[in-house]
């Protein structure tokens, strides 16, 4: 049974572009959140999304940043225009229905140059 | 606003000691607390949690303690091994899934 897959691990981006980066929740998972950490600090909720539809994203700017998890496919957090300060490690998790236990995938390190 | 904070940034200890990581929460309405072990280049991976309504959980080689009356918790690892050693973050939970994470404790194994 794999894990919550993320692509791509690292990913380059130059400022002003977009970076898109994807989560593969695990089997039987219905239930995805996204986290942004900075370096030497914890983890900060984005977003928490079940399928088609967005339940809270308290955490995530109003501005460039957006998040969806389709009927079909895997969840994408889209960052528009990316600046500097978004560099940062975006992790997802995921949860089956019903249980509150979130299991991590191995983030994706987004460096904006 | 809520926090979960940390009390050490750092800790070292000795191989086959006993290790105490501490956390201090704010939220009184958490439903609960989660430990978490993240090892540098990876995601955190669920060490164990423990309800609001419980205030001692064991595991494998694992203990978390929960004081409601000063707002702290803590985990406790038995026999630390090298493989111990990474950063840990207490976490609390509200909403059944809102997760506010704690600044983090890293913990050095020494052999």
């Known amino acids: 049974n794999a894990g919550v897959m993320q692509n791509p691990r690292h990913l380059v981006r130059r400022r002003g572009q977009e970076a898109r980066l994807r989560c593969s929740p695990m089997k039987g998972h219905s239930h995805v959140y996204w986290y942004r950490q900075l370096p030497e600090e914890g983890l900060k909720f984005m977003v928490y999304?079940?399928?088609?539809?967005?339940?809270?994203e308290s955490g995530m700017p109003k501005e460039r940043f957006s998040a969806e998890f389709p009927k079909e496919g895997p969840s994408i957090l889209r960052i528009q225009q990316v600046v500097r300060g978004d560099s940062a490690a975006y992790f997802c998790?995921?949860?089956?229905?019903?249980?509150?236990?979130?299991?991590f995938g191995p983030g994706t390190r987004l460096t904006v140059l | 606003g809520e926090n979960v904070g940390l009390h050490l940034p750092t800790l070292s200890v000795q191989e086959g000691d006993n290790s105490i990581i501490n956390c201090a929460y704010s939220?009184?309405?958490?439903?609960?607390f989660i430990w978490y072990k993240q090892e540098s280049g990876k995601g955190p991976q669920f060490i164990i949690d423990?309800?609001?309504?419980?205030d001692k959980r064991q595991g494998q080689r694992v203990t978390v303690l929960l004081n409601k009356t000063v707002k702290h918790l803590s985990l406790q690892i038995a026999a630390t091994q090298p493989g111990d050693s990474a950063v840990y973050f207490c976490a609390d939970v509200t909403g059944g899934f809102k997760t506010i994470f704690g600044a983090g404790t890293r913990l050095f194994v020494k052999a």
């Open positions: 939220n009184s309405a958490s439903d609960y």
């Open positions: 423990i309800r609001s309504n419980m």
């Open positions: 999304l079940q399928k088609e539809n967005i339940i809270d």
């Open positions: 998790a995921s949860s089956p229905p019903g249980q509150n236990t979130q299991y």
